[in-house]
């Protein structure tokens, strides 16, 4: 049974974060979940007879990232059958309302906690509140300052922010103007991937980054941001997004504007950004940030720590880059635009799903 308790929020503007140190970067990878993934976690303490209650703390589907991640663990709940109930609660990329929800869990005392966190610094207090009150939590995509969590399952966010902007870098000779997109402030997908564009950046001493901008994973908000770019760059040689949706976006406005199109370097491709990509003939490097693989690995991850079986506390997930030259690898014609792959589900349930394209 899965049960949507949704919740009223947006996209903040402005992230909460606080003091602390940065995770080690080495190499252009997170040197601390490295080690982490070495580290095997003992779960013996959460050991308990199924079928289980899961609360699902989500993102929410005010983009396609977010809906491929809904959907794909509500199917894959709804498929197993030591899940008795998936409590879903999207947040609409607010942070104070995950706060809220998870302090209600606390209460309410389900068998685990997956936990997308729309807050680095914002969600650590309530994740050490949850374990603290006996509830395993599972971090599934986005990281929490402090590491309080049983594990994590996630992408190294910022490996593959610095390959994306490395292999810009690389395809624009090392010299031209640049902008960076970004996607919601404080959240650490976003924060991981500004970063690590800077890091790779700043050892192109010819690149110049002539605008920076958060446009919260919104197409709408990337247009919009790249057409005022353009008007105060003439000269726009390449765009790197931390997420494609503002990708997406730029690729509208120039189009719109008349104007050749840059390349590009983005993490997260969404099937909109493939679609596009072909239409335009762009040049692209693009690095995954797959929401239903980090769904359906997290939540079998759950499932082992409930049933008392060892986890690392960093559970890599793979992605691989791709560019332009096998596109039609990963763009799937079938699903619109918000579908992020690769395809993790069976074609029919993406379509019961309403990601059917029109």
């Known amino acids: 049974m899965v049960a949507a308790l949704g919740l009223t929020g947006c996209a903040k503007e402005a992230g909460q974060?606080?003091?602390g140190a940065k995770p080690e970067k080495v190499d252009g990878v997170s040197a601390d979940l490295m080690a982490d993934a070495d580290v095997t976690v003992d779960t013996s303490k959460y050991k308990k007879d199924g079928p289980y209650t899961i609360a699902a703390l989500t993102q929410g589907p005010f983009n396609g990232w977010g809906l491929t991640w809904d959907?794909?663990?509500?199917?894959?709940?709804?498929?197993?059958?030591?899940v008795g109930e998936l409590l879903l609660l999207p947040s609409m990329g607010d942070a104070d309302g995950q706060i809220t929800s998870m302090e209600n869990l606390v209460t309410q005392k389900p068998d685990a906690i997956m936990l997308n966190p729309q807050g680095r610094a914002a969600l650590s207090a309530s994740v050490s509140r949850a374990m603290a009150a006996g509830i395993p939590v599972i971090v599934c995509g986005n990281n929490?300052?402090?590491k309080k969590y049983v594990t994590y399952n996630d992408v190294d966010l910022y490996a593959v922010g610095y390959q994306a902007a490395a292999k810009l870098a690389e395809r624009l000779g090392g010299k031209g103007n640049v902008i960076l997109m970004h996607g919601i402030a404080g959240v650490d997908a976003a924060e991981a991937w500004k970063q690590a564009a800077e890091d790779a950046f700043a050892k192109?001493?010819?690149?110049?980054?002539?605008?920076s901008e958060y446009a919260n994973w919104s197409v709408a908000t990337g247009k919009e941001k790249a057409t005022a770019l353009?008007?105060?760059?003439?000269?726009?040689?390449?765009?790197?997004?931390?997420?494609?949706?503002?990708?997406?976006?730029?690729?509208?406005a120039f189009d719109e504007a008349g104007k050749p199109q840059p390349a590009y370097g983005v993490d997260n491709p969404t099937n909109g950004f493939l679609r596009l990509?072909?239409?335009?003939?762009?040049?692209?490097?693009?690095f995954p940030d797959p929401p239903g693989t980090v769904a359906k690995a997290c939540l079998e991850t759950t499932l082992k720590v409930l049933k008392g079986e060892p986890v690392k506390k960093y559970e890599a997930i793979p992605a691989e880059g791709f560019n332009e030259t096998n596109l039609d690898e990963h763009y799937v014609p079938e699903l619109s635009d918000d579908f992020v792959g690769p395809l993790v589900l069976p074609m029919e349930a993406y379509i019961a799903a309403g990601l059917k394209r029109k």
């Open 17 to 19: 974060e606080s003091g």
């Open 71 to 82: 959907e794909t663990v509500k199917y894959e709940a709804s498929q197993n059958p030591d």
């Open 144 to 146: 929490v300052e402090g």
């Open 204 to 211: 192109y001493p010819d690149i110049t980054i002539v605008g």
């Open 230 to 252: 353009m008007a105060a760059n003439p000269q726009i040689d390449g765009i790197w997004s931390g997420g494609s949706e503002m990708a997406t976006g730029a690729m509208l």
């Open 277 to 286: 990509a072909q239409e335009y003939g762009v040049e692209f490097d693009a």
